[in-house]
């Protein structure tokens, strides 16, 4: 007859186990056995133990074999140390405020789930992260967790799309693409392609695109220009959205400058060590003037050269009102 203690110490041996098994590609069976502080053959019959409650634990034999923890079928219970635990309870609530439609109730769920069984400790931890952080209301279109999925799938199995895409005017119109990246910019997806019937590369907001036929032929992809797919991507959404696009170079290392960049202000690539080349824009020179004068670097304009007579001007302005403030507090003459 089994004795209590004997099922608790079973239990406690095959959560020990589950948790070695991640730590390495493979284990032997002595090398388990010796952790444990068992037999093999108790090592087996726990693996086997293992495989009855939905993990799929492979084992090859001879010399250079052993165990090694695989995917199953169906999600079995999982083991979080206590960051892993606290990065997926971020990533819940992150989730929950998203801009994919219909992950919201989901990430809710599994947040209940996930501070149902949280210790104490952690517990503490995710309400004070629940307390602390605070989402600004989302002001981009939400976008359907299927079509992501299916879009991503295309993506990775390299095969094409078929797709009905609704334009800015309302217009929609059918395309035939080879799905390169989804990329995500702000608040908005992007799904960066190479258009078949145009014959060239084409960026397309996912929540204005309906998929028609899945699972189309294969296709070999094609180097993205530039080799980078976000820097095409949001130069390519800024080119359509900027009455005024700019290109200009700012003589700070591009790692110092993308610190002070929102994902949508620009395309930024290095120029050199000390160096980077920005393709930015605005509704007006004026605007994309006082944009790069708050970065607090300088600037050397590359395109169009009317904008170097617009900071010009700002400059001569800001100076006026330098010499004004002096005035105003005695400097000057007789001071």
């Given at each position: 007859?089994?004795?209590?203690?004997?099922?608790?110490?079973?239990?406690?041996?095959?959560?020990?186990?589950?948790?070695?098994?991640?730590?390495?590609?493979?284990?032997?069976?002595?090398?388990?056995?010796?952790?444990?502080?068992?037999?093999?053959?108790?090592?087996?019959?726990?693996?086997?133990?293992?495989?009855?409650?939905?993990?799929?634990?492979?084992?090859?034999?001879?010399?250079?074999?052993?165990?090694?923890?695989?995917?199953?079928?169906?999600?079995?219970?999982?083991?979080?140390?206590?960051?892993?635990?606290?990065?997926?309870?971020?990533?819940?609530?992150?989730?929950?405020?998203?801009?994919?439609?219909?992950?919201?109730?989901?990430?809710?769920?599994?947040?209940?789930?996930?501070?149902?069984?949280?210790?104490?400790?952690?517990?503490?931890?995710?309400?004070?992260?629940?307390?602390?952080?605070?989402?600004?209301?989302?002001?981009?279109?939400?976008?359907?967790?299927?079509?992501?999925?299916?879009?991503?799938?295309?993506?990775?199995?390299?095969?094409?799309?078929?797709?009905?895409?609704?334009?800015?005017?309302?217009?929609?119109?059918?395309?035939?693409?080879?799905?390169?990246?989804?990329?995500?910019?702000?608040?908005?997806?992007?799904?960066?392609?190479?258009?078949?019937?145009?014959?060239?590369?084409?960026?397309?907001?996912?929540?204005?695109?309906?998929?028609?036929?899945?699972?189309?032929?294969?296709?070999?992809?094609?180097?993205?220009?530039?080799?980078?797919?976000?820097?095409?991507?949001?130069?390519?959404?800024?080119?359509?959205?900027?009455?005024?696009?700019?290109?200009?170079?700012?003589?700070?290392?591009?790692?110092?400058?993308?610190?002070?960049?929102?994902?949508?202000?620009?395309?930024?690539?290095?120029?050199?060590?000390?160096?980077?080349?920005?393709?930015?824009?605005?509704?007006?020179?004026?605007?994309?003037?006082?944009?790069?004068?708050?970065?607090?670097?300088?600037?050397?304009?590359?395109?169009?050269?009317?904008?170097?007579?617009?900071?010009?001007?700002?400059?001569?302005?800001?100076?006026?009102?330098?010499?004004?403030?002096?005035h105003e507090h005695g400097e000057g003459?007789?001071?």
């Amino acid at each position: 007859m089994r004795h209590d203690g004997d099922v608790l110490d079973t239990s406690v041996r095959l959560l020990r186990l589950l948790a070695l098994l991640p730590v390495r590609a493979s284990w032997s069976g002595p090398e388990l056995a010796d952790r444990l502080g068992v037999t093999t053959r108790t090592v087996r019959n726990d693996v086997e133990r293992l495989r009855l409650l939905g993990y799929e634990v492979r084992s090859s034999p001879g010399a250079a074999g052993g165990y090694r923890l695989g995917s199953g079928a169906a999600l079995p219970p999982l083991l979080l140390d206590d960051e892993e635990a606290t990065v997926v309870a971020v990533a819940l609530r992150a989730a929950a405020t998203g801009s994919i439609a219909g992950v919201e109730e989901v990430a809710a769920r599994a947040l209940v789930k996930l501070d149902t069984v949280l210790p104490a400790r952690l517990r503490v931890r995710a309400d004070a992260l629940r307390a602390a952080v605070a989402s600004a209301p989302g002001g981009g279109p939400a976008v359907g967790a299927q079509v992501l999925a299916d879009v991503a799938a295309a993506v990775a199995a390299r095969t094409g799309l078929r797709l009905d895409y609704r334009a800015h005017d309302g217009t929609t119109t059918s395309r035939a693409v080879e799905p390169h990246r989804l990329v995500h910019v702000g608040r908005r997806w992007y799904l960066l392609a190479f258009d078949l019937d145009r014959d060239d590369w084409r960026t397309f907001r996912v929540d204005r695109l309906t998929l028609r036929t899945p699972g189309g032929p294969r296709f070999v992809p094609r180097p993205v220009p530039g080799g980078d797919a976000v820097a095409h991507v949001v130069r390519g959404v800024g080119s359509a959205a900027w009455a005024r696009p700019v290109r200009v170079r700012l003589h700070a290392p591009a790692g110092v400058v993308a610190e002070r960049l929102s994902p949508v202000a620009g395309a930024l690539a290095d120029d050199g060590p000390d160096a980077c080349v920005l393709e930015t824009g605005g509704t007006s020179l004026a605007q994309v003037a006082g944009f790069l004068l708050s970065l607090d670097v300088d600037v050397t304009v590359l395109d169009p050269p009317e904008l170097a007579t617009v900071l010009a001007r700002l400059g001569a302005r800001g100076a006026r009102a330098g010499r004004a403030h002096g005035h105003e507090h005695g400097e000057g003459e007789g001071a």
